[in-house]
């Protein structure tokens, strides 16, 4: 069993950052592909970024268009956590947002359905 539990969430002005941690459990943290998706009200999950396990310690960066350029996913496999960069943040960014784990890696990192794991959620609010 993987827990995650992410953390960083809160409200801040459009054009401001914030970064998104997700804690996991497990001692094969370095093996699983990671990505965060999103929630807002009335809409459903989305994709935002992955890192995608390619063998070893390699990985490789999805993101969505709407994030590319302003969002930096990454991860600490010393710490176990992986974290999202998040900068020039705009109203529409507003939603609950949640990491996602899969062992090993994955054809299809911006599925949710492929991952088999998922945190909770924190919420992440931008005023205009």
């Known amino acids: 069993q993987v827990v995650l539990v992410e953390s960083g969430g809160g409200l801040v002005q459009a054009g401001g950052s914030l970064r998104l941690s997700c804690a996991t459990s497990g001692r094969t943290f370095s093996i699983f592909s990671m990505g965060w998706f999103r929630q807002a009200p009335g809409n459903e999950r989305e994709f935002v970024a992955a890192?995608?396990?390619?063998?070893?310690?390699?990985?490789?960066?999805h993101y969505a268009d709407s994030v590319k350029g302003r969002f930096t996913i990454s991860r600490d496999n010393a710490k176990n956590t992986l974290y999202l960069q998040m900068n020039s943040l705009k109203p529409e960014d507003t939603a609950v947002y949640c990491c996602?784990?899969?062992?090993?890696?994955?054809?299809?990192?911006?599925?949710?359905?492929?991952?088999?794991?998922w945190g909770q959620g924190t919420q992440v609010t931008i005023s205009s």
């Open positions: 890192l995608n396990w390619i063998g070893g310690n390699r990985y490789y960066e």
């Open positions: 996602a784990a899969k062992a090993g890696s994955t054809q299809y990192p911006r599925i949710r359905n492929e991952y088999a794991y």
